[in-house]
Structure formats: structure tokens, C-alpha cells
T-cell receptor
Framework: KNEVEQSPQNLTAQEGEFITINCSYSVGISALHWLQQHPGGGIVSLFMLSSGKKKHGRLIATINIQEKHSSLHITASHPRDSAVYIC?????????????FGKGTLLTVNP | SQTIHQWPATLVQPVGSPLSLECTVEGTSNPNLYWYRQAAGRGLQLLFYSVGIGQISSEVPQNLSASRPQDRQFILSSKKLLLSDSGFYLCGAVRDVDYGYTFGSGTRLTVV
């Protein structure tokens, strides 16, 4: 079983819809990251969370440490949001800052 | 802010040929550096990380090696590529966790 599980694997939405992507993890963490990978492959860091909620534009990320769960929400989705969204966690020990990644959620937003 | 330059973007190599992928970091000093691989249908997997010049830690046994000859240079190598080395290779860096991670644009390697 992967340490980081994402759902759904694939998500298709119509432009304007509210989108939620979920991430569950099974280990103690010091931080959780949401990343965006575009078709060319490059990865951009969207959020780094250790508690609560963060918002950037139409993107909102929440984390519940007790339940070991995080969600990424996209409001008023747009075709340019189409990408793979990846959840990654950093363990709670050591200083090497290694990340463990989920397999990603492929989001397609149709016009 | 940190910027990572990674090249080449795509590479097609025959089985048995050598490999050298380079990653350089700008805008920071003494970062932790990482090589990840993403095989088809799978998540990113950590291959190597480095906390300083000449210091390399390997996460999984494999046909690849890594070196860090300079503070902001991280190289992924192989003497003889295997078909199973095909995948998407990504370089990452973090100077301090409070500043978050930066990733390169990746190299898509196809071994034929």
C-alpha cells in the first residue's frame, strides 16, 4: 500500500465546476505539498501545508493532521487548469527533506 | 528565488549506451538536491539525494549513479542503459523547507 493515496485518479469536469482532489497519507508528516504537472512534464509547487488552510487565487488547500487527509479545491474551473495534480508529504524526521509522492490526479476541464 | 535548469528535455538512447543528465540550480547556495523518476503510470520515486558536495544517498538499487561535483550541480549517470531505465527524470532542490521546493522541467528518456 502506498504511503500517499490520491483520489480520484482521473477527473473530468466542465468549465466553471468546483473541483475537489483528495489525498490521504499513512505516516507522520511535517508538511504536505500540492504540486501541478503540466503535459510537458514540468512541476510547479502550488502549496505547502502543515496545518489549516491556504488559498491562492481560485485554489484552496486544506489539511487535517488528525485524520491524515488533505484536499485541493479549484473554484470556477477553467480549461487551463487541466493538468496532473500531485500530493507529496515530507516525513517528520531528519533534515534531508525527502518527499513521498502520490500517483497524481489527472484533471481535464472541458470548455 | 531558486531556479533549476535541467537538460535535455527529451532523449532517445539505445540500450547499452551511457547516460548523463545535468541539473544546475540558481538563486541559492547549499541546497539539498534530488533526482526523481516517474515511470509510466506510476508516481515520482526518489532515486538519489544530496545534502552537500560529494555527498550522495541512494534510495533504490538500480543501474544509475549520481554525482555532485559542485554545490549547485547534480548529475545523473549510467554506464549502460537498460530498457527499464526509460521514464521521466526530474531534478528537485530545497534550500530550506520554509522556502519550499523547486523542480526542473524534467527529461523524458526513452531507451530503445
Amino acid at each position: 500500500k502506498n504511503e500517499v493515496e490520491q483520489s480520484p485518479q482521473n477527473l473530468t469536469a466542465q468549465e466553471g465546476e468546483f473541483i475537489t482532489i483528495n489525498c490521504s497519507y499513512s505516516v507522520g508528516i511535517s508538511a504536505l505539498h500540492w504540486l501541478q504537472q503540466h503535459p510537458g512534464g514540468g512541476i510547479v509547487s502550488l502549496f505547502m501545508l502543515s496545518s489549516g488552510k491556504k488559498k491562492h487565487g481560485r485554489l484552496i488547500a486544506t489539511i487535517n493532521i488528525q485524520e491524515k487527509h488533505s484536499s485541493l479545491h479549484i473554484t470556477a474551473s477553467h480549461p487551463r487548469d487541466s493538468a496532473v495534480y500531485i500530493c507529496a508529504v515530507r516525513g517528520s524526521g531528519g533534515s534531508n527533506y525527502k518527499l513521498t509522492f502520490g500517483k497524481g490526479t489527472l484533471l481535464t476541464v472541458n470548455p | 528565488s531558486q531556479t533549476i535548469h535541467q537538460w535535455p528535455a527529451t532523449l532517445v538512447q539505445p540500450v547499452g549506451s551511457p547516460l548523463s543528465l545535468e541539473c544546475t540550480v540558481e538563486g541559492t547556495s547549499n541546497p539539498n538536491l534530488y533526482w526523481y523518476r516517474q515511470a509510466a503510470g506510476r508516481g515520482l520515486q526518489l532515486l538519489f539525494y544530496s545534502v552537500g558536495i560529494g555527498q550522495i544517498s541512494s534510495e533504490v538499487p538500480q543501474n544509475l549513479s549520481a554525482s555532485r561535483p559542485q554545490d549547485r550541480q547534480f548529475i545523473l549517470s549510467s554506464k549502460k542503459l537498460l530498457l527499464s531505465d526509460s521514464g521521466f527524470y526530474l531534478c528537485g532542490a530545497v534550500r530550506d523547507v520554509d522556502y519550499g521546493y523547486t523542480f526542473g522541467s524534467g527529461t523524458r528518456l526513452t531507451v530503445v
